[in-house]
């Protein structure tokens, strides 16, 4: 059996050289240039596709170009309140605990101009309990606040114009409006208490200004408006060219900066 | 050439050709510096041979405030007061934002801005807004900071505020070769800018791209100045170092709340003393979901993310 292996082998060795020669004189042969041409271009249409190649701009369409400032949103930053026409200058807050007598200092119901109290109007008029769209007056409020099951008089009080009622009767003014709100949305209710939910100014350590939920809800549409974003931030590739431009300006006609 | 074998003989032979010899050059310079501190003014000389924020006596402190504030009020023809208030006791600062309420207006970013006096162009702006998807989740891979809708929160999106984590074992403090960062015992990490190197290893330690670097001068209008500085805070940088949020340290270490709390119109910013029971903060840990970024990291920050519905 051996032998009969080794003498096959032979046999293989002596043929392998053969086939391999054939085999090279083929590559020596013309078939190479194609080859070569293919592979040639295939490197330079690669080289092309990268130096041609833009480069990859993230969330391409907005340019963020330019470098705003808070000084460019007067309206913002100005002594405008965040929240428009809101006062919060008759809260006073100190510093240290105990500084404020109320539990929940809030500033005064946003009503619109001129409309409260209520009974300038509603005093001489005969109160009608029945619901219906209001057509006379108070047609610019589109109650979308749990409509299907709710109207004017489930919160505002049919005899006291004045103030706003629980769902029990008992009144409440406009400046406690949190007790009303807090019948149905009792978890927001505990959070605004503890200052989680809603925003609370003043100090840390010391007395806080509350907000009225209706200061950032409207009662009759209470879904938060949407606004418009500030500008995003200049992208680092425009920014170089700002750094070089107040560069410039800085010989000329620089104010702040030494 | 002269042929010579030993290099260093060669060496010696070629100073003594151009007429003078290291140790006389050496004793020339030293002579010329120590005459230029022994005739400029002593204020210059301590600012040459100043000591760390941290190693100041309460005496050099008051003096170096006092340059600061001179320096300052001088440049920008206004009054400008430098505060170092240290610390108060039994104080460490936490912050809470609350991702169901952030709607992306960017309010915060640019109060920040007001308050801390950041570079206008080259523009610096601590607080970067993430848009992201919701179907995606949270995704720093594919977050916009660059969005622009006409109005937000756009339907699609949400959006995650990102400034300094104020770790409590930060990165950043601990690769500074200088020491120039570090963290208060209130929790804020602060950077002298006096002591920054501009080396900028920091800004590579951390991992949350909170740190911002003067690669310009900074441009910082007068009329825009806010003059209620803190040193180890807001008061105006010089080109080359690096800026962050410090809670507003200026504010919150006389009580007030940061100036990003203040403006944003939902609410949805909390800030206080994560070591009083009753505080903001502390309740949010207790009663909501909280989660922090990058946790796998156990860089342990002070700034938690929530969902308060």
Same mark, same amino acid.
């Given at each position: 059996m051996a032998t009969n292996s080794h003498d096959h082998d032979e046999h293989g060795k002596s043929e392998h050289p053969q086939t391999q020669e054939e085999e090279f004189s083929i590559a020596r042969s013309n078939a190479l240039v194609p080859l070569l041409i293919i592979s040639a271009v295939t490197v330079f249409a690669i080289l092309a596709v990268i130096v041609r190649a833009k480069p990859v701009i993230p969330?391409?369409?907005?340019?963020?170009?330019k470098a705003f400032s808070p000084a460019d949103f007067p309206m913002v930053?100005?002594?405008?309140?965040?929240?428009?026409?809101?006062?919060?200058?008759?809260v006073q807050v100190e510093r240290g605990?105990?500084?404020?007598?109320?539990?929940f200092p809030v500033p005064a119901p946003p009503f619109?101009?001129?409309?409260?109290?209520?009974?300038?109007?509603?005093?001489d008029m005969e109160p009608n309990p029945e619901r219906r769209p209001l057509?006379?007056?108070?047609?610019d409020i589109e109650l979308h606040h749990d409509e299907e099951h709710r109207w004017c008089l489930d919160c505002h009080d049919l005899k006291n114009r004045d103030q706003l009622h629980l769902s029990s009767g008992a009144p409440v003014p406009f400046t406690e409006s949190y007790r009303l709100c807090g019948q149905c949305h009792g978890t927001q209710y505990r959070d605004w208490r503890a200052g989680i939910h809603g925003k609370r100014t003043g100090y840390w350590d010391g007395s806080k200004r509350y907000l009225l939920c209706v200061h950032c809800h409207?009662?009759?549409?209470?879904h938060f408006a949407a606004l418009k974003p500030l500008p995003p931030p200049i992208r680092p590739q425009f920014s170089r060219k700002d750094a070089d431009r107040s560069a410039r300006d800085k010989e000329s006609a620089d104010v702040g900066v030494q | 050439m002269s042929g010579c074998s030993d290099p260093l003989a060669c060496a010696e032979e070629k100073e003594e050709a151009g007429g003078l010899k290291r140790r006389d050059f050496l004793t020339a310079v030293g002579v010329v510096a120590a005459g230029f501190l022994a005739g400029c003014t002593p204020e210059v000389r301590e600012e040459f041979f100043q000591k760390h924020f941290l190693e100041l006596s309460q005496e050099e402190l008051d003096r170096r405030m006092q340059r600061l504030h001179d320096d300052y009020s001088k440049r920008f023809g206004q009054e400008v007061s430098v505060s170092a208030l240290p610390a108060q006791p039994g104080v460490v600062f936490g912050y809470a934002l609350d991702l169901s309420r952030c709607?992306?207006?960017r309010r915060c970013v640019y109060a920040c801005v007001k308050e801390n006096n950041q570079s206008r162009d080259p523009q610096i702006q601590w607080i970067r807004v993430l848009e992201m998807d919701k179907a995606k989740g949270i995704d720093f891979e594919e977050a916009n900071p660059y969005y622009d809708h006409?109005?937000?929160? &756009?339907?699609d999106h949400f959006y995650l505020p990102v400034a300094c984590?104020?770790?409590?074992?930060p990165q950043c403090t601990q690769v500074c070769p200088v020491g120039a960062t570090w963290q208060e015992p209130d929790g804020i990490v602060v950077i002298d800018y006096d002591w920054?190197?501009?080396?900028?290893y920091c800004m590579a330690a951390c991992p949350y791209g909170a740190r911002h670097f003067n690669w310009g001068e900074p441009h910082l209008p007068t009329n825009e100045l806010?003059?209620?500085?803190h040193a180890l805070g807001n008061r105006p940088r010089p080109r080359g170092v690096v800026e962050k949020c410090t809670f507003c340290i200026q504010r919150v270490r006389s009580g007030r709340y940061p100036a990003c709390v203040e403006i944003c119109p939902v609410g949805a910013r909390k800030f206080g003393n994560?070591? &009083?029971?009753?505080?903001e903060v502390s309740r949010i840990l207790r009663d909501k979901r909280v989660f922090v970024l990058k946790a796998e990291l156990k860089t342990d920050p002070k700034f938690y993310y929530f969902y308060g519905l």
């Open positions: 969330h391409e369409g907005v340019a963020a170009d930053f100005g002594s405008e309140a965040a929240i428009p026409g809101l006062d919060t200058a008759d605990r105990s500084a404020s007598s109320a539990q619109s101009e001129g409309i409260f109290p209520c009974t300038q109007c509603h005093a057509e006379l007056m108070h047609t409207n009662p009759h549409s209470p | 709607i992306g207006c006409e109005k937000v929160p &756009d339907p984590q104020q770790c409590r074992t920054c190197i501009g080396c900028r806010n003059p209620n500085t994560l070591l &009083d029971k009753d505080g």
